[in-house]
Protein backbone atom coordinates (compact mmCIF):
# COMPACT_ATOMS: atom_id res chain seq x y z
CA UNK A 1 0.00 0.00 0.00
CA UNK A 2 1.29 3.08 -1.13
CA UNK A 3 1.89 6.22 1.96
CA UNK A 4 -1.35 7.63 2.54
CA UNK A 5 -3.04 5.71 0.62
CA UNK A 6 -6.72 4.58 2.17
CA UNK A 7 -8.13 1.58 2.84
CA UNK A 8 -11.67 1.24 1.46
CA UNK A 9 -13.87 -2.36 2.52
CA UNK A 10 -16.03 -3.09 0.46
CA UNK A 11 -19.77 -4.24 1.65
CA UNK A 12 -23.44 -5.12 0.36
CA UNK A 13 -25.62 -2.34 0.05
CA UNK A 14 -27.98 -0.65 -2.04
CA UNK A 15 -26.60 1.41 -4.73
CA UNK A 16 -28.39 2.63 -8.25
CA UNK A 17 -27.60 0.78 -11.52
CA UNK A 18 -28.26 2.64 -14.63
CA UNK A 19 -28.76 0.60 -17.60
CA UNK A 20 -26.79 2.12 -20.40
CA UNK A 21 -29.24 0.68 -23.31
CA UNK A 22 -32.37 2.57 -21.70
CA UNK A 23 -30.04 6.20 -21.10
CA UNK A 24 -29.92 8.42 -23.55
CA UNK A 25 -27.96 10.70 -22.18
CA UNK A 26 -30.74 13.87 -20.97
CA UNK A 27 -29.09 14.38 -18.12
CA UNK A 28 -32.26 14.85 -16.20
CA UNK A 29 -30.70 12.85 -13.44
CA UNK A 30 -27.64 14.70 -12.66
CA UNK A 31 -29.61 17.93 -10.62
CA UNK A 32 -31.74 15.37 -8.71
CA UNK A 33 -28.27 14.04 -7.24
CA UNK A 34 -27.17 16.36 -5.16
CA UNK A 35 -24.34 14.44 -3.65
CA UNK A 36 -22.72 14.35 -7.56
CA UNK A 37 -22.13 11.04 -7.51
CA UNK A 38 -23.50 10.94 -11.39
CA UNK A 39 -21.95 12.67 -14.30
CA UNK A 40 -22.83 12.42 -18.30
CA UNK A 41 -19.87 10.48 -19.62
CA UNK A 42 -19.51 9.99 -23.19
CA UNK A 43 -23.39 10.45 -24.02
CA UNK A 44 -24.67 8.22 -20.58
CA UNK A 45 -25.36 9.15 -17.33
CA UNK A 46 -22.67 7.44 -14.78
CA UNK A 47 -22.07 6.48 -11.21
CA UNK A 48 -18.43 8.03 -10.81
CA UNK A 49 -18.11 7.34 -7.53
CA UNK A 50 -19.91 4.29 -4.89
CA UNK A 51 -18.84 6.90 -1.82
CA UNK A 52 -20.86 9.38 -2.89
CA UNK A 53 -24.19 7.21 -3.90
CA UNK A 54 -26.32 7.11 -0.86
CA UNK A 55 -28.57 4.62 -2.28
CA UNK A 56 -31.58 6.26 -1.00
CA UNK A 57 -32.67 7.03 -5.22
CA UNK A 58 -34.05 10.79 -5.50
CA UNK A 59 -32.40 10.36 -8.96
CA UNK A 60 -34.60 6.93 -9.94
CA UNK A 61 -37.87 9.65 -10.74
CA UNK A 62 -36.16 12.25 -12.66
CA UNK A 63 -35.48 9.08 -15.35
CA UNK A 64 -37.62 9.03 -18.46
CA UNK A 65 -36.66 6.35 -19.68
CA UNK A 66 -36.83 3.87 -16.55
CA UNK A 67 -32.94 3.63 -16.73
CA UNK A 68 -31.83 3.59 -13.62
CA UNK A 69 -33.32 1.07 -10.49
CA UNK A 70 -32.06 0.65 -6.73
CA UNK A 71 -29.65 -2.67 -6.60
CA UNK A 72 -28.33 -4.71 -3.65
CA UNK A 73 -24.83 -5.57 -4.38
CA UNK A 74 -21.32 -4.96 -3.11
CA UNK A 75 -19.52 -1.28 -3.10
CA UNK A 76 -17.60 1.26 -1.17
CA UNK A 77 -19.44 2.35 1.91
CA UNK A 78 -21.16 5.42 1.59
CA UNK A 79 -18.75 8.44 2.69
CA UNK A 80 -20.57 11.36 4.06
CA UNK A 81 -17.42 13.92 4.27
CA UNK A 82 -16.18 12.77 0.36
CA UNK A 83 -19.63 14.19 -0.63
CA UNK A 84 -19.51 17.43 1.81
CA UNK A 85 -15.46 17.77 0.21
CA UNK A 86 -17.78 18.07 -3.55
CA UNK A 87 -20.91 19.56 -2.34
CA UNK A 88 -19.28 22.62 -1.27
CA UNK A 89 -17.82 23.69 -4.03
CA UNK A 90 -20.68 24.36 -5.84
CA UNK A 91 -22.10 26.60 -2.99
CA UNK A 92 -24.74 27.33 -0.33
CA UNK A 93 -28.21 26.74 -2.26
CA UNK A 94 -26.31 22.80 -3.30
CA UNK A 95 -25.22 22.66 0.36
CA UNK A 96 -29.33 22.95 1.50
CA UNK A 97 -30.06 20.87 -1.49
CA UNK A 98 -27.90 17.86 0.06
CA UNK A 99 -28.72 18.27 3.93
CA UNK A 100 -32.59 18.86 2.99
CA UNK A 101 -32.43 15.20 1.14
CA UNK A 102 -30.22 13.80 4.38
CA UNK A 103 -33.50 15.44 6.50
CA UNK A 104 -36.34 14.31 3.99
CA UNK A 105 -34.74 10.67 4.06
CA UNK A 106 -34.08 10.26 7.84
CA UNK A 107 -30.48 9.91 8.04
CA UNK A 108 -30.27 11.98 10.87
CA UNK A 109 -26.09 10.77 11.55
CA UNK A 110 -25.53 12.11 8.02
CA UNK A 111 -26.75 15.12 8.32
CA UNK A 112 -25.07 15.69 12.04
CA UNK A 113 -21.78 14.33 10.05
CA UNK A 114 -22.32 16.66 7.18
CA UNK A 115 -22.95 20.01 9.65
CA UNK A 116 -19.98 18.93 11.55
CA UNK A 117 -17.79 19.34 8.18
CA UNK A 118 -19.35 22.41 7.64
CA UNK A 119 -18.63 23.90 11.29
CA UNK A 120 -14.66 22.95 10.44
CA UNK A 121 -14.30 24.67 7.15
CA UNK A 122 -13.04 28.44 6.08
CA UNK A 123 -14.26 30.69 4.30
CA UNK A 124 -17.23 29.22 2.79
CA UNK A 125 -18.49 32.47 2.40
CA UNK A 126 -21.52 31.37 4.81
CA UNK A 127 -21.97 30.08 8.43
CA UNK A 128 -23.75 26.55 9.08
CA UNK A 129 -26.14 28.48 11.22
CA UNK A 130 -27.50 30.06 7.82
CA UNK A 131 -28.19 25.99 6.33
CA UNK A 132 -29.66 25.55 9.49
CA UNK A 133 -32.20 28.68 8.95
CA UNK A 134 -32.75 28.12 5.28
CA UNK A 135 -33.76 24.45 5.77
CA UNK A 136 -36.34 25.35 8.59
CA UNK A 137 -38.05 27.65 5.98
CA UNK A 138 -38.38 24.85 3.34
CA UNK A 139 -41.21 22.32 2.96
CA UNK A 140 -40.56 19.02 4.47
CA UNK A 141 -40.77 16.17 1.63
CA UNK A 142 -42.05 12.63 1.64
CA UNK A 143 -38.85 9.91 1.85
CA UNK A 144 -39.92 9.21 -1.83
CA UNK A 145 -39.83 12.75 -3.06
CA UNK A 146 -37.65 14.06 -5.99
CA UNK A 147 -40.15 12.96 -8.72
CA UNK A 148 -40.45 9.44 -7.56
CA UNK A 149 -43.84 8.24 -9.17
CA UNK A 150 -44.33 6.37 -5.63
CA UNK A 151 -45.04 10.22 -4.00
CA UNK A 152 -47.52 11.58 -6.69
CA UNK A 153 -50.76 12.21 -5.03
CA UNK A 154 -53.67 10.77 -6.92
CA UNK A 155 -56.97 10.18 -5.80
CA UNK A 156 -58.88 7.11 -7.05
CA UNK A 157 -63.02 6.19 -8.03
CA UNK A 158 -63.92 3.26 -5.46
CA UNK A 159 -67.00 0.84 -6.77
CA UNK A 160 -68.04 0.91 -3.24
CA UNK A 161 -70.94 -0.90 -3.73
CA UNK A 162 -69.05 -3.48 -5.24
CA UNK A 163 -66.52 -3.65 -2.40
CA UNK A 164 -69.09 -3.67 -0.18
CA UNK A 165 -70.58 -6.69 -1.37
CA UNK A 166 -66.89 -8.44 -1.45
CA UNK A 167 -67.11 -8.02 2.61
CA UNK A 168 -64.69 -4.54 2.49
CA UNK A 169 -65.59 -1.21 3.22
CA UNK A 170 -69.33 -0.78 5.12
CA UNK A 171 -69.84 -4.44 5.13
CA UNK A 172 -70.61 -4.82 8.79
CA UNK A 173 -68.95 -8.01 9.41
CA UNK A 174 -65.08 -8.65 9.76
CA UNK A 175 -63.34 -11.17 6.97
CA UNK A 176 -60.90 -13.37 8.90
CA UNK A 177 -57.29 -13.02 8.57
CA UNK A 178 -55.27 -15.50 6.73
CA UNK A 179 -52.05 -14.26 8.97
CA UNK A 180 -51.17 -16.82 10.93
CA UNK A 181 -47.91 -15.46 12.98
CA UNK A 182 -46.04 -12.72 14.30
CA UNK A 183 -44.23 -10.47 13.91
CA UNK A 184 -43.88 -9.93 9.96
CA UNK A 185 -41.67 -6.94 9.87
CA UNK A 186 -38.21 -8.42 8.37
CA UNK A 187 -36.16 -7.06 11.25
CA UNK A 188 -38.37 -8.72 14.03
CA UNK A 189 -38.41 -12.30 12.10
CA UNK A 190 -36.47 -14.69 13.34
CA UNK A 191 -35.59 -17.08 10.54
CA UNK A 192 -35.63 -20.17 13.37
CA UNK A 193 -39.28 -19.74 14.13
CA UNK A 194 -41.53 -22.98 14.50
CA UNK A 195 -43.80 -21.40 12.02
CA UNK A 196 -41.07 -21.01 8.61
CA UNK A 197 -39.89 -24.72 8.65
CA UNK A 198 -40.98 -25.67 5.56
CA UNK A 199 -43.38 -23.28 4.69
CA UNK A 200 -44.09 -21.11 1.16
CA UNK A 201 -42.81 -17.54 2.00
CA UNK A 202 -44.35 -14.22 0.84
CA UNK A 203 -41.96 -11.44 1.07
CA UNK A 204 -43.96 -8.45 0.71
CA UNK A 205 -43.42 -4.82 0.22
CA UNK A 206 -45.65 -2.93 2.35
CA UNK A 207 -47.69 -1.38 0.51
CA UNK A 208 -49.07 -4.13 -1.45
CA UNK A 209 -51.24 -5.96 1.60
CA UNK A 210 -52.70 -2.37 0.84
CA UNK A 211 -53.21 -2.31 -2.83
CA UNK A 212 -54.69 -5.96 -2.79
CA UNK A 213 -57.76 -6.13 -2.16
CA UNK A 214 -57.61 -9.96 -1.64
CA UNK A 215 -54.24 -9.86 -0.06
CA UNK A 216 -55.25 -12.76 2.52
CA UNK A 217 -57.54 -14.77 0.41
CA UNK A 218 -55.12 -14.49 -2.86
CA UNK A 219 -51.65 -14.65 -1.74
CA UNK A 220 -51.49 -15.13 2.31
CA UNK A 221 -53.34 -18.04 2.91
CA UNK A 222 -51.67 -20.94 3.57
CA UNK A 223 -48.57 -18.98 3.46
CA UNK A 224 -45.94 -17.47 6.04
CA UNK A 225 -45.06 -13.91 6.04
CA UNK A 226 -42.13 -11.16 6.12
CA UNK A 227 -42.63 -7.65 5.20
CA UNK A 228 -40.19 -4.87 4.40
CA UNK A 229 -39.91 -1.62 2.86
CA UNK A 230 -36.16 -1.53 0.42
CA UNK A 231 -36.59 2.44 0.38
CA UNK A 232 -37.60 3.14 3.56
CA UNK A 233 -36.24 0.51 6.26
CA UNK A 234 -32.38 0.77 7.49
CA UNK A 235 -30.12 -1.70 7.40
CA UNK A 236 -31.24 -3.58 4.89
CA UNK A 237 -28.26 -5.47 4.14
CA UNK A 238 -29.29 -8.11 7.23
CA UNK A 239 -32.50 -8.91 5.08
CA UNK A 240 -30.23 -10.59 2.63
CA UNK A 241 -28.78 -13.27 5.70
CA UNK A 242 -32.27 -13.84 6.98
CA UNK A 243 -33.28 -14.86 3.64
CA UNK A 244 -30.60 -17.28 3.27
CA UNK A 245 -31.22 -18.66 6.54
CA UNK A 246 -34.68 -19.06 5.78
CA UNK A 247 -33.81 -21.03 2.79
CA UNK A 248 -30.77 -22.96 4.21
CA UNK A 249 -31.98 -23.72 7.58
CA UNK A 250 -35.62 -22.48 7.79
CA UNK A 251 -35.78 -24.52 4.10
CA UNK A 252 -39.05 -22.64 3.22
CA UNK A 253 -40.46 -24.33 0.22
CA UNK A 254 -40.99 -21.51 -2.05
CA UNK A 255 -40.43 -17.79 -1.82
CA UNK A 256 -43.01 -15.18 -3.48
CA UNK A 257 -41.88 -11.93 -3.63
CA UNK A 258 -44.37 -9.29 -4.07
CA UNK A 259 -43.27 -5.43 -4.81
CA UNK A 260 -45.58 -2.59 -6.18
CA UNK A 261 -44.52 -1.14 -9.37
CA UNK A 262 -42.85 2.11 -8.47
CA UNK A 263 -39.16 1.93 -8.99
CA UNK A 264 -37.74 1.92 -5.27
CA UNK A 265 -39.50 -1.26 -5.01
CA UNK A 266 -37.26 -3.33 -6.83
CA UNK A 267 -34.83 -3.38 -4.21
CA UNK A 268 -36.85 -6.05 -2.41
CA UNK A 269 -36.78 -8.34 -5.47
CA UNK A 270 -32.95 -7.81 -6.01
CA UNK A 271 -32.62 -8.71 -2.13
CA UNK A 272 -34.49 -12.18 -2.90
CA UNK A 273 -32.45 -12.59 -5.91
CA UNK A 274 -29.19 -12.51 -3.72
CA UNK A 275 -30.66 -14.50 -1.12
CA UNK A 276 -30.86 -17.46 -3.10
CA UNK A 277 -27.87 -17.16 -5.39
CA UNK A 278 -26.21 -17.24 -1.95
CA UNK A 279 -28.15 -19.44 -0.87
CA UNK A 280 -26.79 -23.70 -0.42
CA UNK A 281 -30.34 -25.20 -1.42
CA UNK A 282 -31.75 -23.87 -4.58
CA UNK A 283 -35.98 -23.11 -4.12
CA UNK A 284 -38.55 -21.35 -6.30
CA UNK A 285 -38.65 -17.67 -6.90
CA UNK A 286 -41.42 -16.17 -7.94
CA UNK A 287 -42.20 -11.92 -8.84
CA UNK A 288 -45.46 -10.58 -8.72
CA UNK A 289 -45.63 -6.62 -9.58
CA UNK A 290 -48.72 -4.70 -7.79
CA UNK A 291 -49.97 -1.86 -9.55
CA UNK A 292 -50.71 1.34 -7.64
CA UNK A 293 -54.24 0.98 -8.48
CA UNK A 294 -54.08 -2.89 -7.03
CA UNK A 295 -53.96 -4.60 -10.87
CA UNK A 296 -51.69 -7.24 -11.09
CA UNK A 297 -49.09 -6.00 -13.63
CA UNK A 298 -46.86 -8.94 -13.50
CA UNK A 299 -46.11 -12.66 -12.03
CA UNK A 300 -43.54 -14.61 -13.41
CA UNK A 301 -40.90 -17.21 -11.37
CA UNK A 302 -37.28 -16.13 -11.75
Not at 83 to 93: A, P, S, Y
Not at 164 to 179: C, F, K, N, V
Request: charged share 25%.
Amino acid sequence: MKPGQQIINIMKREIIKIDEEKCNGCGLCIPACPEGALQIIDGKARLVSDLMCDGLGACIGECPEGAIEVELREAAPYNEAVVMQEIVKHGFNTVVAHLKHLQDHGETAFFQEALGFLEKQQDLGYAPDEVIRKLQDEPRADACSGGCPGAAAMVFDIDEEAVSRAGGIDAGTDIPSALRQWPVQMHLVNPNAPYFKGADLVLAADCTAFALGNFHSGYLKGKSLAIACPKLDSGTDVYVQKLISLIDDARINTLHVLVMEVPCCSGLVQMARMAAENAVRKIPLKKTVVGIRGNILSGEWI
